[in-house]
């Protein structure tokens, strides 16, 4: 059975940081590309950004370029968003993913999700 925990979302004020962590079991997720999207109240699931499965090649959505970073040791079965410089938009359920077929941005392209974390900035 396919498992995603995301953990390490709180409360941050706005220019902090944090860093979500992703801890993956019951596959060899090293194989998979591995991503994060977001979902604010009200709002439609968004991409985050995207790893691919040797962690070589990184993609991020243009609201978080430059602050946040995707990384994964596979060693560990694990992924990271390092969130620096964060703003009260960022606040949303932060959902850890796997393995996708097409584009990434997609969240109907994912096969495998988190429960979520929340991540709330305030201002």
């Known amino acids: 059975q396919v498992q995603l925990v995301e953990s390490g979302g709180g409360l941050v004020q706005a220019g902090g940081s944090l860093r979500l962590s992703c801890a993956a079991s019951g596959r060899t997720f090293s194989y998979y590309a591995m991503g994060w999207f977001r979902q604010a109240p009200g709002k439609e699931r968004e991409f985050v950004a995207h790893?691919?499965?040797?962690?070589?090649?990184?993609h991020y959505a243009d609201s978080v370029k430059g602050r946040f970073t995707i990384a994964r040791d596979n060693a560990k079965n694990t992924m990271y968003l390092q969130m620096s410089s964060l703003k009260p938009e960022d606040t949303a359920v932060y959902f850890c993913?796997?393995?996708?077929?097409?584009?990434?941005?997609?969240?109907?392209?994912?096969?495998?999700w988190g429960q979520g974390t929340q991540v709330t900035v305030s201002s």
């Open positions: 993913v796997v393995r996708h077929g097409g584009e990434y941005t997609d969240p109907n392209r994912w096969a495998y």
């Open positions: 790893i691919n499965w040797s962690g070589s090649s990184t």
